[in-house]
């Protein structure tokens, strides 16, 4: 089997289309962006952007599409936004009405697409410079927790902030700082180090979405701002529809990660 973590983007798209994968993007395609999706229709799309532009930490935006518009032209040409993520979720007035490995049934003329930056981006670049990241070992979702931290409120959006967790030895702390500080277009640095209970997560081995990870001595939880939050708000404030990715299962683009460092 061709080794995953080094096949080009479009090839793994199309496995993804076809249906040949089903599991999360973590690992996959090193040294390409992964994105998030938010799927709306125009009727709240302004309102959306609007919210993502007030809160670039978890909602950093990669490519927004036209009206009912399905290959994402910028980041990803001949792709398909309704085929090649592995898992999609549709919720409808907050509640989660199922997971998908596609939407082609359910697409409307009036829907518009949202694409956000990934902190599975940056991990490649911490696997560079030998840096652990625990659920790839694993082969596992990573964790990711609602917070009591609050997103800005824009139209009708608003709602909590979700993070996504990695453990990390104490010794690679800065280092990690440092790498993930440099790729602000996927959440860059992180919102919170050490103590979850002090952004409001209670039990670290329950996450709200993915899988739990084991945290080792000498390793410190480190959080990042994550572009689930989307799917958070939407349990918050209902809208009529909004199609996503199931978390973990993310759309790999044609973007390299050193198109998105900024140091």
């Known amino acids: 089997m061709v080794d995953l973590a080094f096949e ?18 973590a690992g996959l395609c ?15 799309a302004y309102d959306f952007l609007l919210f993502a532009h007030r809160n670039p930490k978890p909602c950093p935006i990669l490519e927004v599409t036209d009206v009912g518009e399905k290959e994402l032209k910028t980041i ?9 993520i592995p898992k999609y979720r549709i919720y409808k007035k907050g509640e989660l009405e199922g997971e998908y490995l596609n939407i082609k049934d359910y697409w409307r003329e009036d829907f518009v697409s949202f ?4 902190s599975f981006t940056f991990e490649s670049a911490l696997l560079d410079e030998g840096i ?14 609602k917070t009591n931290i609050q997103c800005k409120t824009a139209g009708v959006f608003s709602g909590p902030m979700v993070v996504s967790m990695r453990p990390i030895h104490v010794d690679n702390i800065v280092k990690t700082i440092q790498i993930t500080s440099k790729y ?6 992180p919102v919170h180090i050490g103590n979850p209970s002090l952004i409001g997560i209670e039990d670290i081995y329950n996450p709200d979405f993915g899988d739990p990870v084991e945290i080792k001595e000498n390793e410190v939880p480190i959080f990042w701002a994550c572009g689930v939050t989307p799917q958070a708000v ?8 909004m199609i996503t990715h199931a978390p973990g299962y993310m759309f790999i683009t044609d973007v390299k990660n050193n198109q998105l460092s900024e140091l």
Do not use: W
Request: positive net charge.
């Open 132 to 145: 652990h990241i625990r659920h790839i070992e694993n082969k596992s979702n990573v964790a990711m927790y």
């Open 76 to 84: 990803a040409e001949n792709s398909d936004i309704t085929t090649d």
């Open 234 to 241: 939407a349990m918050n404030v209902k809208p009529e529809i």
């Open 184 to 189: 602000p277009k996927v959440h860059g640095a």
């Open 30 to 44: 090193r040294g390409y962006a992964q994105g998030n999706l938010v799927i709306l229709p125009k009727s709240l």
């Open 115 to 118: 694409v956000l930056g990934c």
């Open 8 to 25: 080009e983007p479009f090839k793994v798209r199309q496995k993804i289309r076809e249906e040949k994968y089903k599991r999360p993007t």
